[in-house]
């Protein structure tokens, strides 16, 4: 069983940058493509960002840019580096990772992100 643990949230003003991780636990990482989506109250969860087993990225049209997604397989860990924050990118970011041969996903706690003057 795949255990995800999201930090790094925080508060932070406009323009400013933070850098999310995810621990994984249990299960072979490198057998998961991961990802990260957020949400905020009201809304549907959406994808921020995935990266794959090859390492292989892809982007939101809102992330594209200004996100970064990095994988350390020795770590069992990803990295969502987050610059020129914007109020709309306030929300809980989760971490997902998924398994494509057990068909599994795997979903952190979530982790919020504030972005305010």
């Known amino acids: 069983q795949v255990q995800l643990v999201e930090s790094g949230g925080g508060s932070v003003p406009p323009g400013g940058s933070l850098t999310l991780s995810c621990a994984a636990t249990g299960g072979t990482f490198t057998l998961l493509d991961m990802g990260w989506y957020r949400q905020t109250p009201g809304n549907r969860r959406e994808m921020v960002a995935t990266i794959n087993t090859d390492g292989r990225t892809r982007y939101s049209g809102a992330a594209q840019g200004r996100f970064t997604l990095s994988r350390d397989n020795a770590k069992k860990m990803t990295f969502l580096h987050m610059t020129n924050l914007q109020p709309e990118d306030t929300a809980v970011y989760f971490c997902?990772?998924?398994?494509?041969?057990?068909?599994?996903?795997?979903w952190g706690q979530g982790t919020q992100v504030n972005v305010s003057v």
């Open positions: 997902n990772g998924g398994d494509g041969f057990t068909i599994t996903t795997y």
